[in-house]
């Protein structure tokens, strides 16, 4: 099977060695420069599409609307996206951004622990395809499961999405926690779980399942990130420690916020986040944070 | 006679009706036909034109399930047919003896303990034989002929109080059975593709009132499967039946015999007769506009579709055209808000003692409410494909997206990829679309929006939206100042108006705030016995509150958040 890859970054080249290494034949399509690598490739996008049913998406989400319109993929093609947030623009998932750019319908979401250099030097990693197709999350688990990466089906596309949206925020924070003058293990621990509890307040409001969160998209992300040395995340929350606000997922998070807000769903900690990029003090916003009222451990 | 009675009584009364009026009757049509002028039907625009054999009907019904029984496995074909049993003697258990149904239940029992593969196939087989000979309608085009010729005029004697208008059907904005939308666009569609009308439903005169607008229209007729209830009557069963319903019994659950009603239906689609669904599959009991639709017969569009494009059909295309009926006054308001109240709606899917089973009511009805202007307002929406993707008013673009659209059910050679689970998924995208689509058709009518005007200031001032609660306070706190609501129904207005600009809504409203109340105060006047709302010196009195919800609910979709 020839499998199209949107993306000739480092995670699109990634997608195409787990593609060799499922035994199908990646051509992977780029806009500007030529990737430095040997995989199949060319920087004419519509015969990507052309050539291939399925079609993985290996651009971010601030890409992918011109990356779909450039590609023009058909009826006949399976998007599947692999990047991770909202679309910028409208804050709606990465899914609707490829069917209103095109007429693709048949759509899924790939996320997972995305460790880029790990997958190019040859470790094993895992992730999960969540689509409402059968004929999606198929086509994609043949694409690129095997020996180095296990994949797993779920039906569950706006949990997968939103875990997809949600991890940036909550690696950042993490970060930060741990990076924070005076808070220890303790508020790492506090924003991991109430993190995650938030997040599946979130998800049952949207229709998600919260279970998802427990799954490779959602904690298997979150760990994957603390345990990546120079996780780009993970290191913004180190500098909005230090008072740089000018890094990490800004945009993600206030369209998670406006989203909790449409639904009527508390997010403190994301709107803690939201705080921070507005110029609050990192300790004034743990202050206000440890200020609210007590209540029940909900999850 | 009770509502079981009654259904049991339809369960055989198309097949009665057959022999009691049927062949006298038929020649009678046949030859009073050849003497009206009724209008004939067209075999390019549809095909009721040209009725098949009722025989080779039924057995082609047959030897499509022969064939699924021969794809299934032995367990799944066991448990069908057992779930056929078990869901046919439990249905048996509350109605009337049917000694035929009976005796090959019998039949299949036998099989299912004893007998081999081909005895359960050929018990099974028996049953689906009795239920496709019940499913297949009568429709004869000579009946229709004269039908055409006489019954608009009798519908219209029949609905109205004032001889002068006898003849005033009319297709204007004002008319009494209001129709809008693109009625040429659609009439041009019937003549290239298979369409598939999918109205709101509010009332049992939704059927008659729609074959009216069809026929006003100049639209081809539809064939829809009618509730075996509306049988029940021998005469009207007839009738029903030889002017394009078929059967379709909500008592039977068998997953055996929904699957021979959608094989019928793709049968109907794929020989060019134009269908009607009710997506909501039942009348909306509390007056919203459907929000959630029932998926299994629309389900049958994307079959008949592929079974066209496997047969290289040039006129392998199934439009599904949104209807939004909106009436003035429903005649089965007071029994559907008290079933949507009593949380019984699943329990009474099917009301047989309703004000529609009520001759003197529905007179009373058709006499006071019928004959008003706008009483019913039928809109036609845009045309969507099997995906819920608007079809092109341009034919060369249409064209263009009917080629282009084979790529989502077809391979890169073209070929048809058959896959059931990918075309439950496109089958709830159109859900979506008409769910989208029917608010953006309705019509804001003066009873919808003084109600809803008054339900709103009787919520502030009792600081409650519980509808519950509203619903048992006392009649001194449902008496509310005239100005206040006349302030509300303002703003409410300019909020219509809003939208109507933008043209996302339909309007039959006089000029003011005032001047709908006013004529809201005369229709609820006009027919139910305790008002959803009246006029009482310089108040407003909401003398039945479930009646004032009823009507209010009509717009609750303008309250519906946009967010994803």
């Excluded at chain 2, 009907?57 to 057992?82: I, K, P, Q, W, Y």
Aim: charged share 25%; glycine share 10%; net charge neutral.
């Amino acid at each position: 099977m020839k499998v199209g890859i949107l993306g000739g970054g480092a995670w699109g080249q990634a997608l195409g060695r787990l593609v060799i290494a499922a035994g199908h034949e990646p051509y992977i399509a780029y806009r500007d420069q030529k990737p430095p690598h040997l995989l199949p490739s060319t920087n004419d996008p519509p015969k990507v599409a052309e050539a291939c049913d399925l079609l993985i998406a290996a651009v971010s989400a601030r890409e992918l609307r011109s990356a779909i319109a450039m590609t023009r993929p058909g009826p006949r093609n399976r998007v599947v996206v692999a990047g991770r947030g909202l679309d910028p623009g409208s804050g709606r998932w990465l899914t609707d951004v490829v069917e209103s750019a095109s007429d693709v319908i048949r759509t899924g979401a790939l996320a997972g622990p995305a460790p880029t250099h790990e997958i190019l030097n040859g470790a094993l990693c895992a992730g999960v395809v969540a689509s409402p197709y059968d004929d999606v999350r198929s086509l994609l688990t043949e694409a690129l499961h095997s020996s180095r990466y296990r994949v797993y089906e779920s039906r569950d596309l706006v949990g997968v999405q939103l875990a997809g949206a949600v991890i940036p925020v909550l690696a950042t924070l993490t970060g930060l926690a741990q990076n924070l003058q005076g808070a220890g293990v303790g508020v790492h621990a506090l924003v991991l779980t109430r993190g995650l509890a938030e997040a599946a307040r979130l998800a049952r409001a949207v229709g998600a399942d919260p279970v998802t969160f427990r799954g490779l998209a959602g904690v298997g992300d979150l760990v994957a990130a603390q345990a990546q040395p120079g996780h780009p995340y993970y290191d913004a929350g180190k500098s909005l420690a230090s008072g740089d606000t000018s890094v990490g997922p800004e945009m993600v998070a206030r369209a998670l916020g406006q989203l909790a807000r449409r639904h009527g769903v508390e997010m403190p900690l994301t709107e803690g986040l939201v705080a921070l990029y507005e110029g609050v003090a990192p300790v004034e916003v743990v202050q206000r944070l440890m200020a609210r009222p007590a209540t029940a451990e909900e999850h | 006679m009770s509502p079981r009675r009654k259904a049991s009584l339809g369960s055989r009364a198309a097949e009665r009706a057959g022999p009691w009026v049927g062949r006298g009757a038929s020649r009678l049509m046949g030859g009073i036909a050849s003497r009206m002028s009724g209008r004939d039907l067209d075999p390019a625009r549809t095909g009721l034109a040209r009725p098949k054999p009722r025989k080779l009907v039924n057995d082609g019904m047959v030897e499509r399930s022969r064939a699924r029984f021969a794809a299934m496995s032995d367990r799944a074909l066991t448990d069908a047919l057992e779930d056929a049993l078990y869901q046919e003697r439990k249905r048996l258990q509350r109605a009337p003896p049917e000694p035929d149904v009976d005796a090959v239940l019998e039949d299949l029992a036998r099989a299912l303990v004893r007998g081999d593969r081909e005895a359960k196939e050929l018990a099974g087989l028996r049953l689906v034989s009795l239920w496709a000979e019940e499913v297949h309608g009568h429709f004869d085009p000579s009946v229709y002929k004269v039908a055409t010729r006489f019954l608009p005029r009798a519908l219209t004697g029949l609905l109205s109080g004032r001889p002068d208008r006898l003849r005033d059907w009319e297709l204007s904005k004002s008319g009494r059975l209001a129709v809008r939308g693109d009625i040429g666009w659609i009439e041009e569609l019937s003549r290239e593709a298979t369409l598939v009308l999918v109205p709101t439903h509010v009332s049992n005169l939704d059927s008659p009132l729609i074959g009216l607008a069809l026929y006003l229209a100049g639209l081809p007729p539809f064939t829809y499967g009618a509730g075996l209830n509306l049988f029940s009557n021998p005469v009207v069963g007839w009738w029903l039946g030889r002017l394009g319903a078929y059967t379709v019994d909500r008592t039977k659950r068998a997953r055996l015999y929904k699957e021979v009603l959608k094989d019928y239906s793709v049968r109907c689609l794929t020989t060019r007769h134009h269908s009607l669904f009710f997506p909501g599959g039942t009348r909306s009991r509390s007056h919203e506009i459907e929000t959630h639709v029932k998926k299994g017969l629309m389900g049958t569009g994307i079959e008949a579709w592929q079974e066209m494009l496997e047969a290289g059909r040039k006129d392998s295309e199934v439009y599904f055209v949104p209807l939004t009926l909106s009436f003035t006054l429903v005649l089965e308001a007071a029994t559907l808000i008290q079933d949507h109240l009593a949380e019984a709606g699943k329990q009474r899917y099917i009301i047989t003692d309703d004000e529609f089973a009520q001759p003197r009511v529905l007179a009373a009805f058709a006499r006071r409410v019928l004959d008003l202007d706008a009483a019913c307002v039928a809109h036609f929406g845009t045309p969507v494909d099997c995906l819920g993707h608007a079809v092109s008013r341009d034919p060369v673009e249409r064209a263009e997206q009917a080629a282009h659209r084979r790529g989502y059910v077809c391979d890169r050679d073209g070929t048809v990829q058959r896959d059931e689970q990918r075309d439950r998924e496109y089958t709830n995208r159109l859900g979506d679309a008409l769910v989208d689509a029917w608010p953006r058709h309705a019509d804001v009518l003066s009873t919808h929006l003084a109600a809803r005007a008054a339900w709103r200031v009787y919520a502030r001032r009792e600081g409650t939206t519980d509808p519950f609660r509203l619903i048992q306070q006392t009649a001194g706190k449902r008496r509310l100042p005239r100005a206040e609501v006349e302030e509300e129904l303002a703003r409410e207005l300019a909020r219509v108006d809003e939208k109507v600009q933008a043209g996302e809504l339909g309007t039959l409203l006089p000029g003011t705030a005032g001047d709908v109340l006013a004529e809201a105060l005369d229709r609820f006047g006009r027919y139910h016995r305790s008002l959803a709302l009246e006029a009482q010196g310089s108040e407003l009195f909401i003398g039945d509150p479930t009646l004032c919800l009823y009507y209010q609910n009509r717009l609750s979709f303008l309250d519906r958040s946009e967010a994803p």
